[in-house]
């Protein structure tokens, strides 16, 4: 199989072996779910954060667009967990899904992952929808500050070696290119696999926020009271913070 010719389920499965998270998030997620009884991920992928939260007793609905990325996960759904779990087809900027949640999650910078500033205003919107009294969205990002988010000069880091990942019993070596366009707020993202058929790559665009930012879009979205963290552990959030986390009540 050259890499021309990859279906989508391998393609889906380098993702998550490329893709697996921030440190300390599983954990982070679960310790902010205590007491929840309905969660909504948006953009849950494989199930990285899913499962481990179905495992642990809740109730858990997961929403992505990729149907090969939900398959993985439905996989990895076993036992009790499996029927604790609910994986839905869909659009984080427009959807809907009976019932109401204690939480909604967006974890490992989803919301970046969206088009543009009106698709995150809506997808905040429809997430604040499904709320239950008392609920809270949370979610996490790469922390940016508000300098990085005007115009800029186009700037292409060309391939740099991003490391290996085992794949399907082979060592996989990555590479990985950054693009700036110019365009404020925007980074465009690619790795490269180098299969043994050819090489496969993959591209993810990022629209990124600084903290006000986002305050004010989640104000946009109709959300009340909002705070930023800077980081798993509960750290403040200030300019040396490289994560962002955010819980937002209606």
């Known amino acids: ?6 279906d989508a389920r391998a393609r889906a499965e380098l993702y ?7 440190e300390g998030d599983v954990a982070f997620y679960l310790g902010a779910c205590q007491g929840a009884r309905r969660i909504l991920e948006l953009g849950c992928g494989a199930g990285r954060v899913l499962v481990p939260l179905a495992e642990a007793g809740h109730e858990v609905v997961g929403l992505d667009r990729d149907p090969a990325l939900l398959a993985l996960a439905d996989e990895a759904l076993v036992g009790r967990a499996r029927a604790r779990a609910t994986l839905v087809k869909g659009d ?3 959807f809907s899904v009976p019932g109401t949640f204690d939480r909604v999650l967006i974890p490992f910078t989803g919301l970046y992952a969206l088009d ?3 698709a995150m205003v809506r997808c905040l919107a429809c997430a604040r ?4 009294p008392g609920g809270a969205l949370i979610l996490d990002a790469y922390a940016v500050d508000e300098g990085e988010c005007g115009p800029r000069e186009a700037w292409d880091s060309g391939w740099e070696p991003a490391g290996a990942i085992r794949w399907r019993g082979e060592q996989i070596a990555v590479s990985e290119r950054n693009v700036v366009p110019g365009d404020p707020c925007r980074v465009d993202v690619s790795y490269r696999f180098e299969l043994p058929g050819g090489p496969v790559e993959q ?3 990022h629209h990124f926020l600084s903290w006000p930012m986002l305050d004010g879009l989640l104000e946009a979205a109709g959300f009340g009271e909002a705070a930023a963290r800077g980081g798993f552990d509960g750290e403040p ?4 913070s490289e994560v962002m986390v955010v819980i937002a009540a209606p």
């Open 237 to 240: 959030f200030d300019d040396e």
């Open 16 to 22: 998550r072996t490329l893709h697996c998270g921030t």
């Open 116 to 118: 543009d500033v009106a």
């Open 92 to 94: 984080m900027t427009d």
């Open 203 to 205: 591209h993810i665009r």
């Open 129 to 132: 929808a499904h709320l239950a």
């Open 1 to 6: 199989m050259s890499g021309d010719d990859l």
